[in-house]
């Protein structure tokens, strides 16, 4: 695993990817360290979901390329294989 962070900790993810939509952004939050693994296609709190980190990783591997994100920024693509874009929040 490329995450310095334990396994098991809990991130902040969406119903619609727990469900099998493809994870299109993630944030690595500057004021706790925590990260978001989103879709982009709800907005709705009522679909927040907590996870494992090794949940994520196991739904999509890919993610891992940006294991290294600093504290504060985001990294967005397209689609699943596409490359990551990554810039400050």
Known sequence: MRFEEDPHLGVIT??????????LMISHDADDGGWQ???????????GRIVHLEEIIAMD????????????????????GGAWTREPQ
């Open 14 to 23: 969406t119903a619609p990817v727990v469900a099998g939509a493809p994870i």
């Open 37 to 47: 693994f989103l879709c982009g296609s709800t907005t709705d709190p009522g679909d």
């Open 61 to 80: 591997p890919t993610v891992e390329e940006v294991a290294d994100l600093p504290l504060g920024w985001v990294a967005f693509r397209s689609k699943v």
